[in-house]
């Protein structure tokens, strides 16, 4: 994968984190209403987003190995 596309996916979840950091509202339904994407890609952006608000990391966790991180997002 190139360095910009990672760079580019990063700063996308950024923004997707900054404003759910700064808004009280569900989840699902403002990042789809603020970024204007799928409802498929906002889901996952959520998972994502739970993932990393709540630090589960998903390389260490002995349950979390047994389930693909594919399984996680949708």
């Known amino acids: 994968i190139p360095l910009i596309s990672c760079r580019r ?3 996308n ?3 997707v984190a900054k404003m759910i950091e ?3 509202f569900d989840i699902f339904n403002g990042i789809q209403k603020s970024f204007l994407i799928p409802q498929d890609l906002c889901g996952k952006y959520a998972a994502a987003s739970f993932l990393n608000y709540h630090q589960i990391d998903t390389e260490s966790a002995p349950l979390l190995r047994c389930v693909p991180l594919e399984s996680l997002l949708l």
Do not use: L, R, V
């Open 9 to 11: 996916q990063f700063d």
């Open 22 to 24: 700064e808004s009280p």
């Open 13 to 15: 979840f950024y923004q």
